[in-house]
């Protein structure tokens, strides 16, 4: 076992866990008190309407800020006390809404590269095998500017992958997406939580997420609205939690 290898399965974890966790900017409260927790082999949903804390969120999960006050565990892993962050930071994979592609380069160089920086000994392989996987592997040595944009979402999703990550954050995934497109991004988070994956999805699009979330966070004005598991009727009870009277 190599260097990168102990230090991956030293800094494994099997759930997280968001503990009275706040946020703030100043004066303003972009998250108050928020407690959940998603174990191995789950897909958990982040909703609630613009400005409700969502991204705010999958930053704190993504180790990119700090919270304000309480905590947020990795198993036994706390980032604060935790001697070696990037170990853990290595286990968590993040897609947003900069899909972080170098246009000029191909999909396997966008891939190598990344690949490279998690220190990847294999990483051209690795490449082609990821754009196997994302139905790509006939697009390997054209240009990403060259691509449509559902095309470079599953560029984007497999380099958040490519290492292969215990925890995987996606921020509104399903934006710009055809049906087709959609689909395959659906059927990629299913896969991952069958691998034993912790996928957290921050999402807008009620009738994609209907019958995939294993639990729901419901956030609104920066508070936890509700939690459920596995909800359904998705869209009747997001305006139902929505509709409620803040404390």
């Given at each position: 076992m190599n260097s990168r290898d102990s230090t991956a399965q030293a800094t494994d974890f099997d759930e997280v866990s968001v503990e009275d966790v706040s946020r703030h900017f100043g004066r303003r409260k972009a998250l108050s008190r928020i407690s959940f927790r998603a174990p191995r082999h789950t897909i958990l949903g982040l909703l609630?309407?613009?400005g409700a804390g969502k991204s705010t969120m999958l930053s704190l999960l993504a180790t990119l800020m700090r919270p304000s006050s309480g905590r947020?565990?990795?198993g036994q892993h706390d980032l604060a006390a935790e001697q070696h962050a990037s170990g853990l930071r290595g286990r968590i994979g993040v897609l947003g809404h900069d899909l972080f592609l170098y246009p000029e380069l191909t999909a396997h160089e966008n891939l190598t590269f990344f690949a490279g920086l998690y220190g990847l000994t294999d990483a051209r392989e690795l490449a082609f095998a990821?754009?196997?996987?994302?139905?790509?592997?006939?697009?390997a040595h054209d240009h990403v500017g060259t691509f449509s944009r559902g095309m470079r979402q599953r560029v984007a999703l497999e380099r958040a992958l490519i290492h292969r990550p215990r925890l995987v954050l996606l921020d509104e995934p399903f934006t710009g997406l055809d049906d087709a497109s959609a689909a395959g991004l659906l059927a990629r988070m299913r896969s991952l939580r069958d691998e034993g994956t912790i996928v957290i999805v921050a999402t807008h699009d009620l009738d994609l997420a209907e019958g995939l979330l294993d639990s729901a966070v419901f956030l609104r004005d920066g508070r936890l609205a509700e939690s459920?598991?596995?909800?359904?009727?998705l869209r009747s009870t997001y305006r139902a939690v929505m509709a409620r009277r803040g404390e």
């Open positions: 609630g309407p613009n947020i565990r990795y990821a754009l196997e996987r994302a139905g790509l592997a006939d697009r459920l598991s596995r909800p359904e009727a």
